[in-house]
Nanobody
Framework: QVQLVESGGGLVQPGGSLRLSCAASGSIFSIYAMGWYRQAPGKQRELVARITSGGSTNYVDSVKGRFTISRDNAKNTVYLQMNSLKPEDTAVYYC??????????????WGQGTQVTVSS
């Protein structure tokens, strides 16, 4: 019932910035929270950031102060602004949507993923 399309990944040098976008369509008013996971080769998938329908945000400690998640309700889009990027931020980033508090971490719908590579 919800479709998520991601964009904005790419190659950037350390210290650079990228903005990821996740556009939602379908039953968008049923979404309780949206966020981003990332998965690097050989590492476990980790939750990077999320934002609820009420505007509450959460971030993994390693990105606090560098990443900002936000929503544009008119465009049904969630953004992840990533500043001061580090090589360890290199991963595939997956947008997700949760329909309720019980799936706020697991997610119910997922985007296709977008590659972020931070390298000199």
């Amino acid at each position: 019932q919800v479709q998520l399309v991601e964009s904005g990944g790419g190659l950037v040098q350390p210290g650079g910035s990228l903005r990821l976008s996740c556009a939602a369509s379908g039953s968008i008013f049923s979404i309780y929270a949206m966020g981003w996971y990332r998965q690097a080769p050989g590492k476990q998938r980790e939750l990077v950031a999320r934002i609820t329908s009420g505007g509450s945000t959460n971030y993994v400690d390693s990105v606090k102060g560098r990443f900002t998640i936000s929503r544009d309700n008119a465009k049904n889009t969630v953004y992840l602004q990533m500043n001061s990027l580090k090589p360890e931020d290199t991963a595939v980033y997956y947008c997700y949507a949760a329909l309720g508090i019980f799936t706020i971490t697991k997610g119910d719908y997922w985007g296709q993923g977008t590659q972020v590579t931070v390298s000199s």
